[in-house]
């Protein structure tokens, strides 16, 4: 039985076959599609076809997917969504959609409301929640609401509020998506929100991203379980994709981060993913990429969901190159998935950092008769800078003075020079061009929790030990075989600035994938 692993970026769409052991069968690469579901297509009927291998074979059908990204950053495809956030009178001076993009909240926000209740930081109760304004509100908006989020002061620490007024909307308005922030966000109410209220706009996507890949499943005969890329490097499975579409932002590096570590079989290092776009560089922590603790700004809107701590920088295989007199600049646009129309190295008029490489001799030779006017002592001074720019970006990535590894992947990696200032040593390892698929195809699944606990209430081990129950409890519904799950990390943080002796955790579980076959047990 094999696994499907495909990962869409914005200039290649890759797929990877995976046996049951998980060595790699067969890989991939075609052009990303404008319309993206066509180039998801071509690659699945194009890794079949050369693997030679029975689509009736695939067990589990893994997708990354840019989808939602693009989406926010396109405001295209977006819900319309209703906000309500629990925390009259506390939290009435900052509104919902303070300090969005304008043109954003416009294509997303039908209105918003504060309404009574909201809790303290230990659970206490600031005020009772009132039935009447919950459906005053669903009035107002019944017809034009496509989605609604639901906010509440510390709900990661009580989430009932949030659960009550969900169940109070859905009796006014029937079967509407919901988002709850204190399944989304951390501690922070406004950032939390935001991340709540992108998530509820972006459930049409979501349910196109199910629906398209189910679609081209079918098409070429494949009865696989589906799963998506989470933006921690684990999967969840097709229900809490629906619930969660915002859960598949920045899956493309986590994903090839994940792969890398496969690949190469190391759990500690820095990893540098090379597109046609953007390089992205991230680190390697027992398997598993690093979390970011700042705010993410998304589309810019800050929210506090987890993402991988990723520094992204403008050079990638198609970033095209400028001589203006006797200077030259180095993107940050590229020619993207029309590398191989505009590219010189490919007949085009273009220079890209890809025709820099093939000129020197690293890449593409049997297209060098096509770069061969280009001045070669251009093309190394332009090399150097690419250079530079990489050494400069890991830098600023590292946590410590100390020489690292450095797993390369991604197709664009052509462009990285054999050695790096700071790197121990720059690793390619096979099948690094597919890296993202490759990690996409791994599949294990997670669950995460975040709380704050008052230790006045119970002693730090029981606080930890609930947290931990918790996060397995949220890997079982995400998709992972209860026997196999295991804790892979516990963050716990003394909060000095709340009274009542405060305990911040944060709890990771990770699992294998359980069949369906398994759940019918």
């Known amino acids: 039985m094999f696994r499907l692993g495909i990962d869409v970026g914005g200039t290649n769409t890759d797929a990877a076959l995976l046996d049951e052991h998980l060595r790699v069968i067969h890989t991939v690469k075609v052009s990303t599609t404008k319309d993206v579901e066509s180039g998801i297509f071509h690659a699945i009927s194009k890794v079949i076809e050369e693997s030679k291998i029975e689509s009736s074979h695939i067990q589990y059908a893994m997708l990354g997917t840019t ?35 304008q043109d954003l909240r416009g294509e997303i926000e039908v209105a918003s409301t504060i309404i009574s209740g909201g809790y303290e930081f230990d659970g206490r109760l600031i005020s009772e929640l009132n039935r009447e304004e919950v459906t005053a509100f669903c009035k107002q908006i019944k017809d034009s609401a496509e989605s609604i989020a639901i906010s509440g002061v510390f709900a990661p620490v009580n989430k009932e509020q ?7 909307v859905k009796e006014e308005l029937g079967d509407i998506p919901v988002s709850l922030s204190h399944e989304i966000g951390s501690i922070g109410l406004l950032e939390r929100e935001n991340a709540t209220i992108l998530n509820a706009a972006l459930m049409a996507t979501g349910q196109m991203i199910v629906n398209g890949f189910a679609k081209a499943l079918k098409e070429l005969g494949i009865q696989a379980e589906m799963y998506f890329s989470q933006n921690d490097g684990t999967l969840m499975n097709e229900i809490y994709a629906l619930r969660y579409p915002i859960l598949t932002m920045g899956c493309g590096p986590t994903n090839s981060i994940r792969g890398s570590a496969h690949l190469s079989g190391l759990q500690d290092a820095m990893v540098l993913d090379v597109g046609g776009t953007t390089s992205d560089i991230g680190v390697l922590l027992n398997g598993f990429p690093r979390q970011s603790s700042l705010s993410v700004n998304i589309g810019g809107v800050n929210t506090n969901f987890r993402m991988p701590d990723i520094l992204s920088i403008g050079l990638g295989g198609g ?22 129309k505009k590219a010189i190295l490919f007949g085009g008029d273009e220079m890209t950092a890809s025709d820099i490489v093939t000129r020197i001799g690293r890449a593409f030779n049997d297209h060098k008769g096509k770069v061969e006017h280009l001045p070669i002592a251009f093309c190394e001074q332009v090399f150097g800078e690419m250079t530079y720019m990489l050494e400069e970006a890991i ?3 590292k946590t410590s003075s100390k020489d690292a590894p450095l797993i390369l992947s991604g197709g664009g990696s052509i462009i990285v020079a054999d050695s790096l200032k700071g790197v121990s040593d720059v690793i390619r390892p096979d099948h690094y061009e597919a890296a993202n698929a490759i990690g996409a195809a791994l599949g294990q699944v ?3 929790v975040e709380k704050i606990y008052s230790l006045d209430q119970m002693t730090r081990n029981e606080a930890i030990e609930d947290a931990k129950n918790s ?4 890997a079982i519904k995400a998709g992972a075989d209860e026997s196999t799950v295991s804790i892979v990390s516990i963050e716990d943080i003394p909060l000095a600035y709340l009274p009542g002796n405060a305990l911040f955790i944060r709890v990771k579980a990770v699992g294998d994938l359980v069949s369906s076959s398994q759940h019918v047990i």
């Open 395 to 397: 830098d600023q990535m």
């Open 162 to 168: 949030e659960q009550m007024v969900a169940k109070w």
């Open 67 to 101: 989808h939602c990204t693009n989406a926010i950053i396109e405001r295209k495809r977006l819900n319309k969504v209703a906000v309500i956030r629990i925390g009259r009178p506390a939290t009435t001076s900052i509104p919902p959609f303070t300090d969005w993009p």
């Open 446 to 448: 997670s669950g995460e």
């Open 319 to 340: 970033t095209r190159i400028r001589e203006v007199n006797d200077h030259f600049t180095i993107g940050p646009d590229s020619v993207g998935y029309e590398i191989t």
């Open 471 to 474: 996060a397995v409890e949220e």
